[in-house]
Structure formats: C-alpha cells, structure tokens
C-alpha cells in the first residue's frame, strides 16, 4: 500500500525516509539499530524520489525504507555483528541480497542489533546491549501488566524480542521500516518474529544467495525476510531469491517470482500436526492457539491429520554438535590481522590470535567454538561430527516422509510461549535459553526447510503469539498462500504505541493497516 | 567458490599421469592458526581427491657419460586441488614476519608420488618429467624459481628387506638441481646418524642451498591435530563423460573426462618417439631435445633449411651449439646465431664450400656467435677461409676484424 501511495505521489521517499528516520531517534529505548545511515538513506530517498517524478520507478521496492541486520556486509557502513571484533569495520562491498535490494531502489535505513554473531535466542548478548520488544511499550500490554509501581513498569518489565534477529524484528514491529533482512540459522528469524508480531520468513536453503553473510553455520544459514504481512513478504522473496554465482550453494534453477491469491483456497489441503512439537515448556495458552487454529483449517474443508516426526527429540542435541563445528570454522578467520579488532598484545603471533579473540568474543562465542573444536578433534570426529550428521539425515528424512504421504504442511508453534521480562530471561544463560527456545524451530534448518511464523494472536499478558508453518523444499508459493490465508482468519491486531500512531497517521492519512504491498 | 579452470587442468593432469579422475570428488577445511592463513582454515581434498593411482615415467642415463638411457616408473598416489595460502617473509633482524596474501586462496594441485625413487638423480628425473608434462599440457608453466612449481621431498633409508625407515620432509627446494643435493644430503645425514647408533626423527627439515645441507624447520609441533571438517560452501564436485552426461545440461556448468582427454596434447614421451621416427636420431637424442626448452624447435628449423641429414645435424646441435650456450650459460631463446645461420654454414659444409677442417668451421662459429647478422658465406668470403690454411694468419684476420667491429 505505501508503495501505491508513493507511486500515487500521496508521499513522496524523502518523506517516508525522514519519518522513518524521525521515529527511529523517538524509539531510541528499544535499541533496534546498531548503525543508522543517515545521509545515505536520505541520498537513495532523493534519488528515488526523481525517478518517481519521472514516472520511472524501479519496481515495488523503490523508495521503501528496509533494514538490515548487522551480520550482512553493507559496503562504506559499519557491520559489526554485535561483537567487538568487528566494532568499526567497515565493509567493502554489499552482500548479495543487500545488493538486490538496493538494485530495485530500498532506501537502507541502518543495521539492526543482534546477538553477538548470531548466536542467541534472545536478542540480549551483543555488545551493544540488548533489544527491546516494542510491544513493551504497547497500550495492549500495559493494560495488562500487573504494575507493581509505576516507575518500575516501564524499566523493568520489557519483554525481550527474541533471536537473534531481534532489532530487524522490533524495527519491522515499530513501524520504522517495511521490510527488514535477518538471517535464520537455528530459528533466529521466526522467533523473534513470533515475538514481536510480525511475518518471519525463512526460505528453502539454497534458495536466496548467503554471499555476504557471515557465517554463522554454512550448511544452515539463510538470509530471512521480516515484514509485516505476508504479501509483502512474498514481494520480496521475489526479489531477492535466484541462482548467485558467487555461492555455490544456491540452486541453479530459474526462480520464479509469484503473486499470491486475494482469497487462496485451503479446503484440498492436507495440514499436518507433527506430535512430538507438543514439547515441554510449551505454553497452555499456545497449545490452546495451536489447536484452534487446527481447527480454524477443519473448518475450512482442509484434512487436519497428526503426524509423527520421530527424531525430533534429537535434533537440539544434533543441531548443537554440527552448529558449533562450523562456528569453530568459521570463527577461526578472526585473528586481528587483516580486520577487525587486533589487540595490543605483540610478544608472538599466537599470543596476539589468543589476546585478539578473547577481547574480540564474547562468553558465548568462545564456549561455542571451544565445544565446536573439540567436536572436530581426530578422536572425536567420528563420535560427535559424524554421528550428528547421520542423525540430521534422519530427521530431515522424518520430514520427506511425511511429505510425501500426502500433506502439504506443517502447522507448530513457533515459541514456547510469549515473550518473556528481561530480567527473568537472563536468569539462565545463552545455551540453556537456546536449547530452550530453538526447540520447535531449528529442526527446519537442519532439514533446510521453508518455514514461516504468523503472528496469530496476543496472549492473556498481552503480548504477541504467533504460530510457524513448514513447506515442503522450494514450494514457497503455497507454503505462503497459506500463511497468508491464515493470517486473514486470525486479523491479528496492530501494536498501539504512542510513537507509532502519529507517524502512521502522517504517512498514511487514510489508511488502516500498514504494508507497502 | 570452484574455480574451473583449476579442475580442468587437474583433470587433464590426472589423465596424462595415467590416473582414474574420481568422478565425485569432495572438498575439505583443514584448520590451523598461521599468519599467512587469512582464514584460519585452508580448503583442500583430504577425504576424496580428484585423481589417484597413476604412474609418471621418467628417463635418465646410467652413468655420466650419457651414453645409455634407462626407464623407470614412479606411482603417483594422488592428485588433488587446494588452496594456496599467502606468502611469510621473516625479517629476523627486525624480529618481524611479513605476510604476502597476494596469492591466498589461488587454486593448486598438489601431485603425490609414492617412494618409488632411490636417488636425488631419479627424483630430479622424475620431477623434470613432470614439469615437461605440465608445460605441455598448460596446466603449469612448472618455474621452480617462481614458485609455480614447488617440490617438498620425503626421504628415509632402510637396508634392503626391511621396512621403510622414519622419513623426513625437507622444503625449500628452488631448483630441480637443488632436490638432487638436498635428496643425495639427507641421504647421507640419515645413514650416517643411523650408523652412529642414532635415531631419524619425523621432522620436517630446510634445505640450505648456500651450505648444500638440510637444517630442522622451526617446530612445526610433532602432531597438528587439523580437525578436518567437510567444506560446507563447496557441494561435491562431480565430473561426467560422455556416458553419464545427463541430456539437458548446461555445459558451462560441467566438465566433462571425455572431451579433455580428446584434446590432450603429445606428452613428451610421444613427442620423443615421434622425433626418433621422423629423423632417424637416437633415443638419448631426443631426450635432450625435448629436456632442452625450444632446442626441439630449433632443431627441426635448422633442418628443413639445410641438405645435411638429420643424423648429422644432431651432432652439431647437441655438441656445438648446445656446448656453447651451457657454456655461456645462455638458453636457446637467447643463442646469437639462430637457425637460419646455423643452417646456412651447415650448408657450406655439405656443398664443400668449406674444407672440414674442424678449426676453421670453429672460426666461422666464433664468428657468428658474435652475433653481428652476417651470414656464414659472408664470413667465409671476408676472411677468405677457403684459401688460408694458416692457422695463424687466420686468427689475425680474425682478430683485425673484431677489431675493427668494436670501433664502429
């Protein structure tokens, strides 16, 4: 809709770019962004709007202020990954799907903050501090909140954003952006998307170029897509997926980009609820949502049937051995020598490596490569690293069986429940919570899966829930027809924050909802 | 991401050493932590290299005198593609290292022989066999010098009957003259520590060409655990032939075994066999003709421009001229008297317009060496060599002539 009105000349880029801009300083206290280009957003917001004028815009995306998380290279910005070792680094070239989007005209507004490289599911272990959820500051939760007094509330009761996409995700949710880039490893872009109520989208491995993103887990990584609705992000998949030859592994077939249906049509599908997503932790109140929305699809004329994947239980403890690994490998570049950090220490060569990553780290950083080093030892290799890969097999096998036996999609939660205070979050460390958290998610990357996270709902605290639904390889297009079926039956509310209203009201005088598709 | 070329030449490389090219072969990270290894990791094949079990034949002659040539064979293990890493220079005095990375992540082909050699003779053989194969087929332009071709050698003795002894690795071999004497020293270290009661230690040692020896390496810690991980950014490389290419295939993408070995060029051996055939020469011959860069083109130039017979003209090529530039330490790109005129004097030698003394076809020869651009004829007419029989009056014309040619 915004790209109508910009098309319309209701609102002109540079406009939109500085509102944007203007909200972000006003919701400073969440911490969404790391780095925000100003001058440079202004400059792409300049030049999209002389191509509008010139009735030449260079497609849906021209003129939409996006967000990237900060582990994907932004050439002449900052990309820090939320660590130390990288904090002044400058990129000297864009990654693939930065590039792309720039190609059709976004207007880069900033990096979003992080977990420090990726590795949390909270949102709270970078450098530059934690995120905050947006919905913290929303009437809807405060309304519910038991205040205890009211200067304690606000400081004290913020609920996290989940991870570890967390500033894409709360920028996406405070409307300071209409599309943000995160990446999903084990989860890291559909939790946070549950969290803070919005789509997170994460695309068929292979299917969208990781050139440029660093990497956290190779074999898992995918750039993920946060906007907030599901037409919008089909929009920009379109953009963004295709062969790359600059990553050999993405696929080399065509892509082709889809529109989906105003009023898709689920009664012949086959929707299937694995057992063993009813795991512990789980939430009655998302249990409830889960099972409603079953019913929702019988209702609908869909087969709702229960199926069984396996291996489930073992796919923390898999995901873990094969995560750490390539982490200890791919973190192994950092040595202070040709970017990044480099500390003062010069007595040796190894003695500076050794002060140069322990400064560059964090705690979490460092345990996973320490555990993902010791994985890869002679004597270990084939315990742990062989043995975790046969185990993915298995489990990515689970899924081809059901999938073949003539369902269509998976219907799980995607969090265990709604997004919990800070203060009690850090009660346990980063891999307690994750091997918590990742629990329903990171099954799909191990199998290299599509899924997506619908926010569905707000929980009795008031905060947003949302429900994840898994594809089959490369079937996008109906894996989000569906999403976005669901997301019209479920009409899920928009967050109502004080900053929010006013910037939507400018931008969009007469309109309701917000999305730019 | 995989370079094409580098699989091209290692496929091509693989077929002239008579290998079975793996059609899936997989790709590996190998970690350790050195400054000239920007990524902490190198990629390479350890799990399945792209080539393995072929042989690598080699000539050299039995004693010095270069008479009788002998064949051998050595196996080659394996071939496989990795990454270089960049270059370290030690500053000692400044107590610093340079890094270089300039030619970090530059596709290579490491060749693995089995030790099938008992000599630093045959491994400078073998290895001069190999960089002729390369140059031949591009893969390689195979300069030690340069560092396109780097050797590292394993050496370990034993009496005969036993198993092998303890090897040792010895690098920095710039020369193929250099791997005979850093094989022929270690040699002779390890059978003289053994002899005195010592012990071989698997060390990797530095070959010191000044001193003709081989020194231990800075500790490069007996037993580097390398945690070798599959390469997750490189998907198995899979080669095809001309059976098992799939119909619809885009042949940008693949390489195909048949198609390369169409296309291979005459290796040496073949290239020798031909030159015995065609001109009647000897074996060790063309051995030399081939072992010498361009002295085969040179050859063949000098006889499609003269009546002499090849088997004469070997002569003069192999003793005269080659004599020369050995002696001058020039190569035959640099020889001052080209074929043409090498030709033309052979002429006057076969139509007698020169007595065959050899002493004035010398004479001549000095001449021309000069490198002036006058013609064999010219000279013989100049210094009217047809007539002067006199040493002596000869060698004064000569040198009134050279004379005069350095004031002009």
């Known amino acids: 809709q915004v790209s109508a009105a910009l098309r319309e000349g209701g609102v002109s880029p540079t406009e939109l770019c500085q509102r944007c801009l203007s909200l972000i300083k006003s919701t400073k206290f969440l911490n969404a962004y790391i780095t925000v280009a100003e001058e440079t957003a202004l400059k792409q917001a300049e030049e999209s709007e002389k191509r509008y004028r010139s009735g030449q815009p260079l497609g849906v995306l021209d003129g939409i202020p996006v967000a990237v998380k900060d582990n994907f290279n932004t050439a002449g910005i900052e990309t820090t990954c939320a660590s130390n070792m990288l904090k002044g680094y400058i990129s000297p070239y864009n990654a693939t799907v930065v590039q792309k989007l720039l190609d059709q005209g976004a207007v880069l507004l900033g990096k979003t903050n992080l977990d420090e490289f990726a590795m949390g599911s909270g949102s709270t272990d970078g450098v530059f501090g934690p995120v905050r959820n947006p919905w913290s500051y929303s009437r809807q939760y405060k309304e519910k909140s038991v205040s205890k007094s009211h200067s304690e509330d606000e400081e004290s009761n913020w609920v996290i954003t989940g991870g570890s996409s967390g500033g894409s995700a709360a920028a996406v949710s405070s409307f300071t952006c209409f599309a943000a880039l995160g990446s999903d490893t084990g989860g890291s872009t559909r939790n946070p998307a549950a969290h803070c109520g919005v789509v997170g989208l994460k695309p068929t491995y292979g299917l969208i170029s990781r050139h440029g993103l660093i990497p956290l887990v190779n074999s898992m990584d995918v750039p993920g897509i946060l906007t907030r609705c599901v037409d919008d992000a089909a929009v920009v998949l379109g953009l963004l997926a295709g062969h790359d030859p600059k990553d050999s592994t993405t696929i080399q077939d065509d892509f082709k980009p889809f529109e989906l249906p105003n009023l898709p049509d689920v009664s012949k599908l086959s929707i299937g609820i694995p057992k063993e997503y009813q795991a512990p932790g789980l939430s009655s109140e998302i249990l409830g949502l889960w099972s409603k929305a079953a019913d929702l699809f019988k209702n609908a004329g869909a087969k709702v049937i229960e199926v069984s994947l396996p291996h489930t239980c073992y796919s923390i403890v898999c995901y873990h051995v094969l995560c750490t690994a390539e982490v200890a490998s791919n973190m192994a570049r950092f040595d202070g020598l040709e970017y990044g950090h480099r500390s003062d220490m010069n007595k040796s060569t190894e003695s500076m490596y050794a002060a140069t990553r322990r400064e560059g780290f964090n705690d979490v950083v460092r345990g996973r490569i320490l555990s993902g080093n010791y994985f890869l030892l002679k004597q270990n290799y084939e315990n742990y690293f062989i043995k975790a890969q046969k185990v993915r097999r298995l489990i990515a096998n689970d899924f081809l069986k059901v999938f073949r036996s003539g369902i269509d999609i998976l219907l799980t939660p995607t969090t265990l429940s709604d997004p919990v205070p800070y203060t009690e979050f850090i009660k346990e460390d980063n891999r307690t919570r994750s091997a918590q958290d990742d629990i329903l998610t990171q099954a799909v990357n191990l199998a290299g899966l599509p899924a997506i996270n619908v926010p569905t709902a707000l929980s009795e605290r008031g905060l947003p829930v949302g429900l994840q639904f898994i594809g089959r390889s490369f079937q996008e297009k109906q894996l989000l027809t569906v999403a976005k079926w669901f997301e019209k039956q479920v009409k899920f509310p928009i967050i109502q924050l004080e900053e929010v209203k006013s910037h939507v009201q400018d931008v969009f005088q007469h309109r309701k909802s917000a999305s730019f598709s | ?408």
């Not at chain 2, 043409?340 to 002429?347: E, G, K, Y």
């Open chain 2, 1 to 408: 991401v995989l370079n094409r070329r580098c699989v091209e030449a290692a496929v091509m490389t693989g077929l002239a050493l008579n290998c079975s090219i793996n059609k899936k072969s997989l790709f590996d990270r190998k970690h350790y932590f050195y400054a000239d290894l920007p990524a902490g990791y190198q990629i390479t094949q350890q799990r399945v290299p792209i080539a393995v079990n072929g042989t690598l034949s080699y000539s050299l002659y039995i004693d010095n005198k270069m008479s009788q040539m002998v064949t051998k064979t050595v196996r080659i293990k394996q071939i496989q593609l990795e990454q270089d890493s960049g270059k370290s220079l030690h500053d000692d005095t400044r107590s610093q290292t340079l890094v270089d990375l300039n030619r970090a992540g530059v596709g290579l082909m490491e060749v693995v022989m089995e030790p099938d050699m008992c000599c630093g003779e045959e491994a400078a053989a073998a290895v001069r066999e190999l960089q002729l194969i390369l140059q031949t087929l591009g893969s390689s332009q195979a300069v030690m010098a340069e560092g396109q071709l780097r050797v590292d050698a394993n050496v370990s003795v034993h009496h005969p009957g036993e198993p092998y002894g303890v090897r040792t690795e010895v690098k920095n071999i710039n020369s193929i003259r250099f791997l005979a004497k850093a094989v022929d020293y270690e040699i002779e270290r390890q059978i003289e520590e053994l002899e005195n009661g010592g012990t071989i230690l698997n060390e990797t040692r530095a070959f010191d060409s000044k001193l003709g020896c081989t020194v231990p390496m800075r500790d490069k810690e007996g037993k580097q655990d390398y945690r070798f991980m599959p390469e997750p950014n490189l998907p198995p490389l899979i080669l095809y032939d001309t059976k098992s290419l799939p119909a619809n295939i885009n042949h940008q993408q693949v390489v195909n075994i048949d198609w390369i070995h169409e296309r291979l060029p005459d290796l040496p051996s073949v290239k020798r066999a031909k030159l015995v055939e065609l001109y009647g020469i000897l074996p060790e011959h063309s051995f030399t003709l081939v072992n010498e860069d361009g002295l085969t083109e040179f050859f063949e130039n000098v006889v499609n421009q003269t009546q002499m017979k090849p088997k004469k003209v070997i002569g003069w090529i192999l003793k005269d001229l080659l004599g020369y530039l050995k002696q001058h330490s020039l190569t035959v790109k640099e020889s001052p008297v080209s074929s043409v005129l090498l030709a033309d004097l052979l002429n006057l030698l076969e139509n007698k317009h020169l007595p065959s003394l050899l002493i004035l076809i010398f004479q001549v020869l000095a001449e021309l060496w000069k490198g002036e651009g006058k013609s064999p004829l010219e000279i013989v007419k100049e210094k009217k060599l047809e007539l002067i029989q006199d040493q002596k009056e000869l060698e004064q014309i000569c040198q009134e002539v050279i004379d005069g040619q350095e004031n002009e």
